[in-house]
Structures are given as C-alpha cells and as structure tokens.
C-alpha cells in the first residue's frame, strides 16, 4: 500500500535542507502500520539513516534524525542523533541540536534519550495509538512548550539518503542552524544606539554588478524565511540600478518594520559621465536625497536640489556605508575605480559615518567561518583580496564582511544565512559606533520624550 506523508512539500524539503540537501523517503507511518512495534522496526531497521518525526497538537512538529541504522526489536543502541522542532505555517524556522542519543525498541515502546538521560518516549501499541511523552532539557532547548504527560501524536519514519555519514558533518549543520536562529533574534532585538533614530540607514555603494541589489533581496529573504526579488538584479555593464531606493523590510515573523533601511544606489562605473556620480554622494550621504531619485550620471546633483537640504535631520541621514565588491574583481579594479572608491570613502571619514567592505560571491562560503560560526577563519582573512580591500580603503578586518547572495539558488541555506545575518549585524555595529561618536550639536537638539519613551527631532 502506497503511504503519503502528512508533512507538506515545503516542511519536507526544510527537513531535507537541514540534513545538507538529503532526500526522504517514507518507511513507516503509526496510523496506517497498525501502530505497532514488530512493524516498525521490520520497516526500519538495516535501512541506514532514519528520520522519525512526531506530529502533535497545536501543529508542533518534533524529531529526530539517526544517523546509524535504527536499531532492531528488543536492541538498544548509541548513536548520533539530531533532534529538532518546528511549527507548522510559521517562517521563524527549526530549532535544532546535536546530541549523542541513546536509542532502545521495546516491544511495545521507542525510547529516545540524551545521555544526559533526557528526552522522550514513545509509546506504541495496537489499541490505543500513538502516544508521546517528553521531558525537560532537550525540549526547552527546542523551544516547545507543549507541557507535560502523554501526547497522542502521528508518527512516521523515514529514510534519509544522500546524507554525508559523518557525525562531524551532522554536528556543522545543527550548530549552523543554532547559530541562524541565535542571530536572527540578536538582530530581531536590536535597537539603534540611545533610540537617536528609529531606523539605521545602510548606504550600498560600489561598481555596477557587485551584488548591491542582490545583498537587499538577500536580506529581505532571510527575515521573510522565503526567496524574494524585490530589487531588480542582473548582469549588465550599465547598471540595471537606476534609481535611488530606500528599502525597509519587514520581519516575516512579527510583520513589523526592522530598525534599518537599506539603501540602493546606482553602480559606480570607471569613465566620466557613466554610472552613479561620485558627486552625489555628499548628498546622499547628508539625506538629501528622496526615495525613487532618478540618477543622471551626466549631471551631478545641484546644491539646494531638494528641499530638505539645509539641514536634515538625523534619522535621514546615512549612518553606515557598505563598499560592496564582487570578491572575484577586487584584484582587477582599476585605477580610476579605485580613486572613485577611495573619494568616496573620504567623504564618508568627513562626514563622521562607519563604513564596512561586503565581499559578494564567495563561492566556499562553509570555509569562511569557523566550526563554531564565531569567527572569520584565518584563511579567509589571510586572502589576498581581503588584504588588498584593507589596504585599498582602510578598513579593520573585522568590518570586510563576506556574503554569498541569493542569485540563482531555489531555497535558502543555513551557513549562506548566517553569512548575511553577520554581515548585516556588523553594518549595525558600525552605524552604532557612529551614532555614539556624534558632536552633541548633532544629537542636542534630540530631546527625550519622557512620557512616551521615544526620542524624537525637534528640528
Ligand atoms: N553567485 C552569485 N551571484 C551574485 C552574487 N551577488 C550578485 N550576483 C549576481 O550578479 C549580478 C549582478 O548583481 P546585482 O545585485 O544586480 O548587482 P548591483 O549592480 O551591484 O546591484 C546578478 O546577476 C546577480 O544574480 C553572489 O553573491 N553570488
Ligand atoms: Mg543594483
């Protein structure tokens, strides 16, 4: 008999993300099976790597992957286990963690637990179902709440192939979707410095095709839990980018606006009159410059142009400005790309705003961070192209940020996630040492709205 899962593509295909891109197939399911025991380790045991999911009440997910065979009836066995959770229809992804499990099948009983001696239960039988009991650690550590005693659950198993049988590798991708979710919270949590504005600006500047547009529609993917294009992207010598756009983006979770803007501007190009003007930067950097302003690479913009150009206030101004490079074209820029580069970080210097580098199209983006995915890896920051960007527009290691892009991929990735999240935390970092460095007659005439909290401009 044909037996369908009751997971829907897209869970399916997230389980089979977090594994590294396996594929599954469906071994047992407790409802159809009779419930019972014999049956399932007949269907399960000597098939290789399993994944037996659980699905509860208030459309819980929970699971746990073996990656040795599953044991046989009346066998226990140690094995290497990644256990995880998730809520059905809900972006804010899987929680997950590595652990050595042991794993025992009684006759009327799976029994999955840490070493630690924590975990669950499974009890199966042939009358009264399918029933799940959980405990403590582990079950905090996934964020469910599911509370206490039996849970009468659907349980399937499937097999797992394709998977690198390697605990090692196994261990990388849970820690790599811990560290996801860890950042995605730091960042759902931030707050610009002091409440001086309500939203950080993030100016992208650098040569045409660099992956500006494409880092937004990365950020906006990542905070959306889905692929989106909102910017238009694409490989041309002119810039596809012809006007200046302000993009906020919304958290998929929450729905609400994040505390930053990214900001998308014209491609910068090496002859004169072609790409975005070096000129206009004084401009955007000020917050002159309006959402949807059309560049005109043969006029540069004109003092007192826009209205506001007096004296903007602060929550228009650019806060950070990230020189965005495509990795594979830092050694080859020329000359006159370089003196555009290094003009416009002066003006950034003058002007008191942080600054980082964004390395796109880093092809072996599972090399750049440690196994911990703290920190950049020496030999990432030993390439001659991080180098020479250091060099080129003096800037500290630790603000050359590397990310791959969204371009052509179907699905996001954990490890490409976190590359995009790093980078956009650093970005705020810096926007931050800025707004904590600027003269009090900048931030003076910010007064604090005592009753309501907020700080708002009385200019
Ligand atoms: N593989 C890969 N392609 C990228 C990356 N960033 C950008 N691209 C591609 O490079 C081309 C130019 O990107 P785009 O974002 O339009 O560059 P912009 O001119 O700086 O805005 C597009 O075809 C993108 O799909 C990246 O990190 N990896
Ligand atoms: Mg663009």
Redo the contacts with the bound molecule.
């Keep these: 008999m044909k037996v369908t899962t009751i997971l829907t593509w897209i869970e399916e295909k997230i389980l089979e993300k977090l594994l590294g891109n396996a594929s599954l197939t469906l071994l047992y399911q407790s409802s159809v099976h009779k419930n019972c025991v014999r049956e399932m380790t007949q269907k399960c045991s000597l098939q290789g790597s399993t994944m037996t999911v659980f699905h509860a009440e208030k459309d819980v997910v929970v699971g746990v992957f073996i990656l040795e065979d599953f044991p046989s009836l009346g066998s226990e066995k140690q094995c290497t286990c990644a256990w995880f959770s998730f809520k059905k229809n809900n972006s804010s992804g899987i929680s997950a963690l590595c652990l050595n499990t042991k794993v025992i099948v009684e006759s009327e009983e799976l029994i999955i637990f840490s070493l630690d001696g924590d975990g669950l239960s499974l009890g199966v039988n042939s009358l009264g179902g399918c029933t799940l009991s959980l405990n403590n650690t582990v079950m905090n550590e996934l964020e469910l709440n599911l509370g206490r005693g039996l849970i009468s659950v659907e349980c399937e198993i499937f097999r797992v192939d394709g998977i690198k049988k390697n605990p090692g590798f196994i261990r990388k991708m849970m820690t790599a979707e811990q560290h996801r979710g860890k950042l995605l919270s730091a960042l759902r949590a931030y707050k610009p410095y002091e409440g001086l504005v309500s939203e950080v600006r993030i100016l992208?500047v650098?040569?045409?095709?660099?992956?500006?547009?494409?880092?937004?529609?990365?950020v906006k993917s990542v905070f959306q839990g889905h692929l989106t294009r909102q910017?238009?992207?694409?490989?041309?010598e002119r810039?596809?980018?012809k006007q200046y756009r302000v993009y906020s983006i919304k958290d998929g979770k929450s729905g609400e606006t994040l505390p930053f803007m990214l900001c998308?501007s014209?491609?910068l190009e090496e002859g004169e009159e072609a790409g975005l003007c070096v000129d206009d930067i004084p401009h955007i950097l000020k917050g002159c410059v309006p959402d949807r302003y059309q560049f005109n690479p043969c006029e540069p913009i004109k003092p007192n142009r826009f209205p506001q150009d007096a004296s903007p206030p602060l929550k228009d101004r650019i806060h950070c400005v990230a020189f965005?490079l495509?990795?594979n074209s830092v050694n080859t820029l020329s000359d006159k790309m370089v003196a555009k580069l290094k003009k416009i970080r002066k003006d950034v210097v003058d002007s008191g705003i942080g600054y980082v580098a964004l390395l796109?199209?880093?092809?072996e983006y599972d090399e750049v961070l440690d196994d911990n995915f703290a920190n950049m890896t020496e030999t990432v920051t030993s390439l001659r192209q991080v180098q020479d960007v250091q060099t080129m527009l003096n800037i500290p290691i630790a603000n050359i940020l590397m990310?791959?892009?969204?371009?052509?991929e179907r699905r996001l990735e954990p490890v490409k996630d976190i590359l995009i999240f790093a980078a956009l935390r650093q970005m705020l970092r810096a926007a931050d040492d800025a707004l904590e460095d600027l003269p009090l007659e900048d931030t003076g005439n910010l007064v604090p709205l005592v009753h309501w909290g907020v700080w708002e401009s009385f200019s």
């Excluded at 650098?206 to 529609?217: A, I, M, Q, R, T």
């Excluded at 796109?360 to 092809?363: A, F, G, S």
């Excluded at 990310?403 to 052509?408: E, F, K, L, Q, R």
Aim: hydrophobic residues 35%; without cysteine.
């Design positions: 992208l650098g040569p045409v095709g660099s992956g500006k547009s494409s880092f937004f529609n990365s910017a238009i992207v694409g490989s041309d810039s596809i980018t998308d014209m491609g965005v495509d990795i796109t199209n880093v092809e990310v791959s892009n969204y371009a052509s």
